[in-house]
């Protein structure tokens, strides 16, 4: 089966619009890409100022969007990480939501392993390595099709992180730790090496082939148009301050 595979980075209302088109038109989709600038993304149901440090966020300048899938908040760095969603009919994969994304995040587990690293999923929706996560997911759906995407944190500043992003103190004592740098890790710093970009970029496009074959192409004029009108939503306070 053909996969159309798209390349095409944007700011962080840009992404999420652009997500969405490719949720609503149904075509199987790959997209790889990050974040131009920064950004913190959030997720649907969150709050947001128990989320995220939005004074931090306003004095750097850095953008923030809520996201159409659930989870936690995500800060997307330009310079260390890599975004991945696939979209398409959910028959392509699971009526179950756990297993889908299960399935989809074979992608991310294969890319990982093709740069010398032993990873391992853990439910419902993280990667990780030596313990520490280095990759979350989130999934949506409308009608017949899913969207599920996800971050691959490959030189990602961990600092910066920490001084945007306020996990939930219960999520960090169920895990038996004390603040989120226990938490997480990098994969340049797992490897002992720094990564391009485009190297994982490769590494996450050839860890998905197992989709089918992947045919690099272009967004129709329809979906432009559709992209364009969901970006003024994603631009909103109405939106990303809902809750």
């Not at 649907?44 to 989320?51: D, E, L, M, P, R």
Request: aromatic content about 8%; some cysteine; proline content about 3%.
């Amino acid at each position: 089966m053909k996969w159309r595979l798209l390349l095409i980075d944007g700011d962080a209302a840009f992404n999420m619009a652009l997500d969405e088109t490719l949720l609503l038109s149904g075509k199987p989709t790959l997209r790889v890409y990050r974040f131009r600038p920064s950004a913190v993304t959030i997720g649907y149901f969150q709050n947001i100022k128990s989320s995220v440090d939005l004074e931090e966020i306003e004095r750097r300048g850095i953008d923030l969007v809520r996201r159409l899938t659930g989870g936690g908040a995500v800060y997307h760095d330009e310079r260390g990480e890599v975004t991945y969603s696939v979209t398409g009919p959910i028959d392509l994969f699971s009526k179950s939501v756990e297993e889908s994304i299960r399935i989809i995040c074979k992608g991310v587990v294969n890319a990982i392993r093709r740069l010398g690293l032993n990873p391992e999923f853990i439910p419902i929706n993280d990667v990780v390595v030596s313990g520490k996560k280095v990759s979350g997911s989130a999934q949506t759906r409308e009608g017949n099709f899913l969207l599920q995407h996800g971050t691959l944190m490959y030189d990602t500043d961990l600092e910066v992180l920490t001084r945007f992003i306020r996990p939930p103190k219960q999520k960090l004592e169920d895990k038996g730790i004390k603040n989120i740098l226990a938490r997480v890790t990098t994969l340049s710093r797992e490897l002992g090496r720094e990564l391009s970009f485009q190297e994982v970029r490769g590494s996450i496009i050839e860890g998905f082939s197992f989709l089918g074959e992947l045919e690099e192409g272009k967004i129709n004029e329809k979906e432009w148009k559709m992209l364009k009108n969901l970006e003024r939503k994603y631009r909103s306070k109405r939106w990303n301050f809902k809750r």
